[in-house]
């Protein structure tokens, strides 16, 4: 097993405490949050997608939690 595989294997499952707007227009354009744990160290490190469009972080905003 790779030192990649491994990393893999031990990732941990992502949390949403909270993701809001809970809904928006059907064009999109919607600014989401997502606050949750588990998410990614960085915003580069991420990918999410809602109604299988991809989502662009906004990677100033982005905060890694300090729990």
Request: glycine share 8%.
């Amino acid at each position: 097993m790779t030192c990649v595989n491994r990393l893999l294997n031990n990732v941990l499952a992502v949390y949403f405490v909270k993701v809001y707007p809970s809904s928006g227009v059907v064009e999109g354009g919607t600014p989401v949050t997502l606050i949750g744990s588990n998410l990614g160290y960085a915003a580069n490190h991420t990918s999410v997608v809602i109604a299988g469009v991809n989502c662009t972080p906004v990677y100033e905003k982005y905060v890694v939690s300090t729990r």
